[in-house]
């Protein structure tokens, strides 16, 4: 009980503060307009961080990076098998939104004034111009700012990958960023301390500028993702099991997975439950180096929970802002976007949500001003999220071993080598 406490308590603490604003919205109505600055205050300093955050984590990631003894055949087959299963979670997220209005304000251009921010007028640009327009900016200078999140994510890739080429030279410089990413983290502790506070306020003034219809659209979010969570466990997983090893291998994954699912849900973080994961995908037959190499990876780049939770908060947006998804190609970007986020998530441990959550945002052509709206789904959803993420690549990684190890990947290690020699 201790350690769920130790765990779960800023999620506690958090939902409390967010029930609270919402108690007090209801009561309160459009006089909690007042206290619209308490939360602006965690807002603008959220947006402080933000491009900071991305240079630093991006950057170091990737500098840190080393090459280990994997063959060739295990990764591109992860990979694959990453892409695939993620597709599925899309898919599944996008039909679970697509016909649920997750919230359906009475007032749409309300709720547009107050979150959308004057455009300034431009000139029509063609897909080459706006590309480069995205990808890259004039000026160092405006890298420094939260409207070129694409262009910024483009340089630190690239300034990771030439410390890795500078080899030993490069060092000095990847131990001060590490250093500046260090100190980063603990400026978003401190941040998180005041977070119960704005949180509470801005939800407060939500719930009394909108009414009730708002609160109900985030107690939607979460039914509805709880029960997606639960389907998606108990079914797709099932499924990737049964192509993996037949009706042997359900048997096997339902007798091994438990320990994974329930350490993710005591400690609400993939990381902590990569030991025991990779433990329950030994146990159920994956050869030590498959497991070993895919767990990990799939910890940083692999996350089904996260990548069914981005499609709710861009459905959640689109609902809000009444800006329903009409063609193709918007289906399209909606699925790229939330594929893009994901692997942000994936990329940063901490404050990897809020990277995503501002991609998802810009991408989208939302406001700032809705980060907070994303934050407050993020927390709800995170223990059944990280149950997913974490179960998703053990299930997964039997897929793995049907394909690189071969029919009988199952079977005890003398009769496997013994009939896949026969193959």
């Not at 941040?191 to 009730?212: D, E, N, Q, R």
């Not at 709206?373 to 039997?398: E, F």
Request: hydrophobic content about 50%; charged content about 15%.
């Amino acid at each position: 009980m201790k350690n769920f406490l130790k765990n779960y308590k800023q999620t506690i603490i958090l939902l409390a503060s967010i029930i609270v604003g919402a108690i007090v919205g209801l009561i309160f109505k459009e006089k909690t307009a007042v206290l619209s600055p308490f939360g602006d205050i965690f807002i603008n300093m959220m947006f402080v961080v933000i491009v900071p955050l991305i240079f630093l984590t991006i950057t170091t990631s990737i500098a840190k990076m080393k090459s280990g003894k994997r063959l060739g055949k295990v990764l591109v087959t992860i990979f694959v098998i990453f892409f695939v299963t993620s597709l599925v979670a899309l898919v599944v997220g996008f039909l679970t939104t697509f016909k649920t209005n997750l919230v359906s304000p009475n007032d749409t251009e309300a709720i547009r004034a107050s979150f959308v921010e004057p455009e300034e007028v431009t000139e029509e640009l063609t897909i080459l111009e706006r590309t480069v327009k995205t990808l890259t900016v004039s000026d160092f200078s405006l890298l420094l700012s939260k409207s070129n999140l694409i262009a910024l994510l483009v340089v630190s890739l690239i300034t990771g990958f030439a410390i890795r080429m500078s080899k030993e030279k490069g060092e000095k410089f990847r131990e001060v960023l590490e250093s500046a990413n260090d100190v980063l983290m603990n400026f978003i502790k401190i941040i998180m301390y005041y977070a119960p506070i704005g949180l509470g306020c801005y939800f407060a003034a939500l719930v009394g500028t909108f009414g009730s219809e708002i609160a109900v659209g985030f107690l939607k979010v979460f039914i509805l993702y709880t029960v997606v969570s639960v389907l998606y466990y108990i079914i797709v997983y099932s499924i990737y099991a049964y192509i993996a090893g037949g009706f042997a291998g359900v048997k096997k994954y339902w007798s091994n997975i438990i320990p994974a699912t329930v350490t993710s849900l005591a400690t609400c973080s993939s990381a902590a439950s990569i030991p025991v994961n990779s433990k329950c995908a030994k146990n159920i037959g994956v050869s030590e180096d498959i497991a070993d190499t895919m767990i990990p990876l799939g910890t940083s780049f692999h996350k089904d929970g996260s990548i069914i939770g981005s499609l709710f908060k861009i459905m959640f947006l689109v609902c809000l802002f009444g800006t329903p998804l009409t063609s193709v190609g918007e289906i399209a970007k909606v699925f790229g976007i939330a594929f893009v986020a994901n692997l942000l998530i994936s990329a940063v441990p901490i404050g990897g949500g809020t990277i995503s959550e501002m991609m998802i945002i810009t991408l989208m052509g939302f406001s700032p001003a809705c980060l907070p709206v994303l934050t407050i789904i993020a927390t709800i959803i995170d223990p059944p999220a990280t149950m997913l993420n974490v179960v998703g690549d053990s299930a997964s990684s039997m897929l793995v071993a049907r394909i690189v190890d071969g029919k009988y990947w199952l079977a005890p290690t003398d009769k496997k080598t013994k009939k896949n020699k026969k193959k």
